[in-house]
T-cell receptor
Framework: TQLLEQSPQFLSIQEGENLTVYCNSS?????LQWYRQEPGEGPVLLVT?????EVKKLKRLTFQFGDARKDSSLHITAAQPGDTGLYLC????????????FGKGTKLSVIP | DSGVTQTPKHLITATGQRVTLRCSPR?????VYWYQQSLDQGLQFLIQ???????AKGNILERFSAQQFPDLHSELNLSSLELGDSALYFC??????????????FGPGTRLTVL
């Protein structure tokens, strides 16, 4: 079973600051996904990264997949209160599988 | 709004009881997934159905069972409930079910409290 370690577990920052959260494993992934979950709602997919070294941008969010496809990072520039939520990384358990393994998440609070 | 609906939103029951959680997938989606989210374990995959048939099983207890009906809605049955079963239960749906990178769309969840 793949284990996805996310860090930090909690992060509280001021509006306008930059931040990076990490997702690490000893396993190699065919793809990795990032989700954001707001209180009282289900996770929403932000991005899927597939190629080692891949960088994807979604407005102020930058996602990077490690060269060896074992780790990923999410960088947020100029954080806003609307970025507050639980950020989860997830990976498919194997080829031909739809079973997602999730990390425990980083709980981000952006203070106005 | 993901298009996935779950009922009820909240459920409070006692130990030893049995409950049924319901999920309606997005229109056109054939796969339904069930997940359990607790503070200590995080979000864990329980089971997947594709077009009425079980496709994959995760960390689902024997006390739990699920099915997907011909109209593609799904039910998760939890029996002999224990305090530790208190959690958020999410349903997700996707178009496909046999590989690839289809997006899973999550419902708003059912919060189960066992007293």
């Amino acid at each position: 079973t793949q284990l996805l370690e996310q860090s930090p577990q909690f992060l509280s920052i001021q509006e306008g600051e930059n931040l990076t959260v990490y997702c690490n494993s000893s396993s190699v992934f065919s793809s990795l996904q990032w989700y954001r979950q707001e209180p009282g709602e289900g996770p929403v997919l932000l991005v899927t990264v597939v190629t080692g070294g891949e960088v994807k941008k979604l407005k102020r969010l930058t996602f990077q997949f490690g060269d060896a496809r074992k780790d990923s990072s999410l960088h947020i520039t100029a954080a806003q209160p609307g970025d507050t939520g639980l950020y989860l990384c997830a990976a498919l358990s194997g080829a031909g599988s739809y079973q997602l393994t999730f990390g425990k998440g980083t709980k981000l609070s952006v203070i106005p | 709004d993901s298009g996935v609906t779950q009922t009820p939103k909240h459920l409070i029951t006692a130990t030893g009881q049995r409950v049924t959680l319901r999920c309606s997938p997005r229109s056109g989606d054939l796969s339904v997934y069930w997940y359990q989210q607790s503070l200590d374990q995080g979000l864990q995959f329980l089971i997947q159905y594709y077009n009425g048939e079980e496709r994959a099983k995760g960390n689902i207890l024997e006390r739990f069972s699920a099915q997907q009906f011909p109209d593609l809605h799904s039910e998760l049955n939890l029996s002999s409930l224990e305090l530790g079963d208190s959690a958020l239960y999410f349903c997700a749906s996707s178009v496909g079910g046999s590989g690839g990178t289809d997006t899973q769309y999550f419902g708003p969840g059912t919060r189960l409290t066992v007293l």
